[in-house]
C-alpha cells in the first residue's frame, strides 16, 4: 500500500482524539471514514500500530442473531479457536467461521499515557509564552 503523509498525519489526529476523549478501542470502518482510505487500507495502517505498540489487536465473536449482536467473546492478538458458540442474550447458536471474527483495535496504555504526558506538556508551553 502507497502510504502518502497525509493518511499518516490524519490516522495521528484519529489517535490522538481517541485518547483525549476516552475512547478505549475502535473498528477499522472508523478509521476508514476518518483517513477517508479503503477498510483493508485501514486495517494494514492500524495492524502496523500493533507492531509498534501503539495499539492493540482484538479479534472479536458477534451474534449474528437478528437484533442481537451481543459480544461473546474476545482474544487479544489470535482469532479465536472454537467451533461451536452459544449466545447467552438471545440463544443463538451457531458454528464459527472466518466471517465471524470482528477487529478491535484498542489503544494501549502506554500509547494513551504518552499522548496525555505530550499534551500536558504542550499546555504548560502554552502557558510559558508571552501573549
Not at 27 to 33: E, M, R
Not at 34 to 48: A, E, G, K, T
Request: net charge negative.
Amino acid at each position: 500500500m502507497n502510504t502518502d503523509f497525509r493518511v499518516n498525519k490524519r490516522l495521528e489526529e484519529f489517535l490522538e482524539m481517541c485518547v483525549l476523549n476516552g475512547v478505549k478501542g475502535f473498528y477499522p470502518s472508523a478509521v476508514s471514514k476518518y483517513v477517508n482510505v479503503p477498510l483493508n487500507s485501514s486495517f494494514d495502517l492500524l495492524f502496523r500500530r500493533t507492531l509498534s505498540g501503539e495499539l492493540l489487536l482484538i479479534w472479536e465473536v458477534r451474534c449474528e442473531g437478528p437484533d442481537c449482536h451481543n459480544k461473546i467473546t474476545e482474544s487479544e492478538g489470535k482469532k479465536i479457536e472454537s467451533d461451536y458458540f452459544l449466545c447467552n442474550k438471545c440463544g443463538n447458536e451457531y458454528e464459527l467461521d472466518e466471517v465471524l471474527h470482528i477487529p478491535r483495535f484498542d489503544i494501549s496504555k502506554e500509547y494513551k499515557e504518552y499522548v496525555l504526558e505530550e499534551q500536558n506538556e504542550n499546555k504548560k508551553k502554552d502557558q510559558l509564552l508571552p501573549v
